[in-house]
T-cell receptor, first 114, second 112 residues
Framework: EAEVAQSPRYKITEKSQAVAFWCDPI?????LYWYRQILGQGPELLVQ????????DSQLPKDRFSAERLKGVDSTLKIQPAELGDSAMYLC????????????FGPGTRLTVL | SQQGEEDPQALSIQEGENATMNCSYK?????LQWYRQNSGRGLVHLIL???NEREKHSGRLRVTLDTSKKSSSLLITASRAADTASYFC????????????WGAGTKLIIKP
């Protein structure tokens, strides 16, 4: 069964350091999402890609966060510099086309900022 | 912004009993989805119900949608220990550029 891959699974960093997360969606899925999930809350969309183009990044803190999907396949989410409040689970998901379809999630990256 | 709100926040029942979770939302939607999240498998899609549908079944799951009340319910029948997880509703709201907006979830515990 095809799955969304994410790495690393866990990341511990000190504040002001840079961190990067990688996601490889299910093959053929044009839409890719990055979410942030704080413990006890639902996922919050950070950025949505359609192929290599950003469709929605209204909730992405652009002063420190960046995301790219250069070839329309895998994607990288970067935080620089990391802050204590960035500690959370970062989830990547993909879907066939937009939000009308189910989203398939990766296992997530648990980020702890010290 | 939070569109969906699940109720209750937490639910603990005996194995074999039925579990009902509710989701309310604020604006008109195209569809509503339910997802399950546990530590073992992450977030998994359970069922999608479109705004023109009123009820949908999938195995032991039954979802209803009442667009006049802007609410949905998820019923899990004959619960099992493996159903222990958090359950989230997510709505595709018409006025949010079709962004999928998630509630805070219901934490379900099935006691053996």
């Amino acid at each position: 069964e095809a799955e969304v891959a994410q790495s690393p699974r866990y990341k511990i960093t000190e504040k002001s350091q840079a961190v990067a997360f990688w996601c490889d969606p299910i093959s053929g899925h044009a839409t890719l999402y990055w979410y942030r999930q704080i413990l006890g809350q639902g996922p919050e969309l950070l950025v949505q890609f359609q192929d290599e183009s950003v469709v929605d990044d209204s909730q992405l803190p652009k002063d420190r966060f960046s995301a790219e999907r250069l070839k329309g396949v895998d994607s990288t989410l970067k935080i620089q510099p990391a802050e204590l409040g960035d500690s959370a689970m970062y989830l990547c998901a993909s879907s066939l086309a937009g939000n009308r379809n189910e989203q398939f999630f990766g296992p997530g990256t648990r980020l702890t900022v010290l | 912004s939070q569109q969906g709100e699940e109720d209750p926040q937490a639910l603990s029942i005996q194995e074999g009993e039925n579990a009902t979770m509710n989701c309310s939302y604020k604006t008109s939607i195209n569809n509503l989805q339910w997802y399950r999240q546990n530590s073992g498998r992450g977030l998994v899609h359970l069922i999608l119900i479109r705004s023109n549908e009123r009820e949908k079944h999938s195995g032991r799951l039954r979802v209803t949608l009442d667009t006049s009340k802007k609410s949905s319910s998820l019923l899990i029948t004959a619960s099992r220990a493996a159903d222990t997880a958090s359950y989230f509703c997510a709505t595709d709201a018409m006025d949010s550029n079709y962004q999928l907006i998630w509630g805070a979830g219901t934490k379900l515990i099935i006691k053996p």
